[in-house]
């Protein structure tokens, strides 16, 4: 999963090897699916243990256990990566910032991270008619594409644009464009429920504990998303 989701190498003999190891991936889980069908039915007394076992549950008996599967990675790549894309570059971001997260809402914390790292930093979308944009005149059949990542770090629109600084969102200050998720009808469909898990997993991670980060001063690997660098978080329960 990380090296499909996390890391897409580029030229035709990479994609091949990615093609066959998504197909390695989608037999794996295949198994997995029948293996659980045969042991039982998901869903009995405590609910679903994971991920798959929600899917099990919410699928007709029928459903072929192949098509199960693709249904899993499709959530686990639009859901549980950028969830924690998000978190990951919360954690990241405060520690290179000297913000403290235990001080801080998770909320704040998860928006501002989303910002300065947006899920979807790169949108594009074809012209269906000919329209003049910026001053700039589109004709149909031919391309827009706006750098999320360049507009959410707009020193005009954002003050102190290169900052990590969750306060920004605690009151009415001046915030600028704001697309972490695209926007107006072609909006990702599970941006709310992304940015919900997000906000739980970081204030569940920073409740109660002592956060330090080791690491993290590469660079990020520029793919589908930006993935933070490597970097390893030690969490301490704190003492009451």
Request: charged letters at 20%; aromatic letters at 6%; proline letters at 10%.
């Given at each position: 999963?990380?090296r499909?989701?996390l890391?897409?190498?580029?030229?035709l003999?990479?994609?091949?090897?990615?093609?066959?190891?998504w197909?390695?991936?989608?037999?794996?889980?295949t198994?997995?699916?029948?293996?659980r069908?045969?042991?039982?039915?998901?869903?009995?007394?405590g609910g679903?243990?994971?991920?798959?076992?929600?899917?099990?549950?919410?699928?007709?008996?029928g459903?072929p256990?192949?098509q199960?599967?693709?249904?899993y990675l499709l959530?686990?790549r639009?859901?549980?990566?950028?969830?924690?894309?998000?978190?990951?570059?919360?954690?990241?971001?405060?520690?290179?910032?000297?913000v403290?997260?235990?001080?801080?809402?998770a909320?704040?914390?998860?928006?501002?991270?989303?910002?300065?790292?947006?899920?979807?930093?790169l949108?594009?979308?074809?012209?269906?008619?000919?329209?003049?944009?910026?001053?700039?005149r589109l004709?149909?059949?031919e391309?827009?594409s706006?750098?999320?990542?360049?507009?959410?770090?707009?020193d005009?629109?954002?003050?102190?644009a290169a900052r990590?600084h969750?306060?920004?969102?605690?009151?009415?200050?001046?915030?600028?464009p704001y697309?972490?998720?695209?926007?107006?009808p072609?909006?990702?469909a599970?941006?709310a429920?992304?940015?919900?898990?997000?906000?739980?997993?970081?204030?569940a991670?920073?409740?109660?504990?002592?956060?330090?980060?080791?690491?993290g001063?590469?660079?990020?690997?520029?793919?589908g998303i930006?993935?933070p660098?490597?970097f390893?978080?030690?969490?301490?329960?704190?003492?009451?």
């Amino acid at each position: 999963m990380e090296r499909d989701v996390l890391i897409r190498p580029a030229g035709l003999p990479a994609r091949a090897a990615r093609t066959a190891l998504w197909a390695r991936v989608v037999r794996a889980v295949t198994g997995e699916v029948r293996a659980r069908r045969a042991r039982a039915r998901p869903g009995g007394p405590g609910g679903p243990g994971d991920l798959l076992d929600a899917v099990l549950g919410a699928t007709p008996p029928g459903t072929p256990a192949a098509q199960v599967a693709q249904v899993y990675l499709l959530l686990f790549r639009t859901s549980v990566a950028p969830v924690g894309h998000v978190v990951a570059w919360a954690l990241l971001s405060a520690a290179t910032h000297d913000v403290d997260l235990a001080d801080v809402s998770a909320e704040s914390a998860v928006r501002e991270s989303l910002r300065l790292w947006p899920v979807a930093w790169l949108l594009g979308r074809p012209a269906l008619r000919a329209h003049r944009v910026g001053g700039v005149r589109l004709e149909p059949g031919e391309s827009v594409s706006v750098c999320v990542y360049l507009l959410h770090r707009d020193d005009r629109h954002w003050p102190q644009a290169a900052r990590f600084h969750p306060g920004r969102w605690d009151g009415p200050g001046p915030r600028g464009p704001y697309l972490p998720f695209g926007g107006g009808p072609f909006i990702c469909a599970g941006a709310a429920v992304a940015q919900t898990l997000a906000t739980g997993l970081l204030a569940a991670v920073t409740d109660g504990a002592r956060l330090e980060v080791r690491g993290g001063r590469g660079r990020p690997h520029v793919a589908g998303i930006i993935t933070p660098p490597s970097f390893q978080l030690r969490r301490t329960p704190a003492r009451p």
